[in-house]
């Protein structure tokens, strides 16, 4: 696999290496800005310049909802599931799910990536405890 288009919004990267557990995001070599979702320019100082690096999965719950409707098919089985934002310690809010809680609204909790399958090809990162 290549990645050295200069210019992408393309976020294969990042799912290609969560299927290896693996948390990447586009780095700015102009500024060093830490992006997510994945951007041909940075928002922070327009550079077009990034390379793709991997980053401590670890952070802190942002924010945290339950949801008792499926706004997707493969979510139907899981109501009332939680979307969460964290964020991560590298700077990049990450909208995902928390497991391995028992009470709700976990805000400010340190959390820890763990990847997760999702249907037959897709691997999510989730968080758990840190
Ligand atoms: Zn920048």
């Given at each position: 696999m290549s990645y050295e288009t200069p210019e992408t919004s393309d976020d294969s990267r990042f799912w290609d290496e969560a299927a290896q557990g693996r948390l990447v995001f586009q780095r700015c070599e102009a500024c060093s800005y830490v992006r997510w979702?994945?951007?041909?320019?940075?928002?922070?100082?327009?550079?077009?310049r990034f390379v793709w690096e991997e980053v401590e999965p670890a952070g802190t719950v942002w924010s945290y909802a339950v949801y008792?409707?499926?706004?997707?098919?493969?979510?139907k089985e899981r109501i009332p599931y939680n979307v969460t934002l964290v964020e991560l310690d590298c700077g990049v809010r990450l909208l995902s799910t928390l497991v391995?809680?028992?009470?709700?609204?976990?805000?400010g909790a340190r959390v820890r990536a763990r990847f997760e399958a999702v249907g037959d090809h897709s691997v999510v990162p989730v968080f758990g405890p840190a």
């Open positions: 979702p994945a951007a041909g320019v940075c928002p922070e100082c327009l550079d077009r008792h409707r499926a706004y997707a098919g493969h979510l391995g809680f028992d009470d709700d609204a976990p805000v």
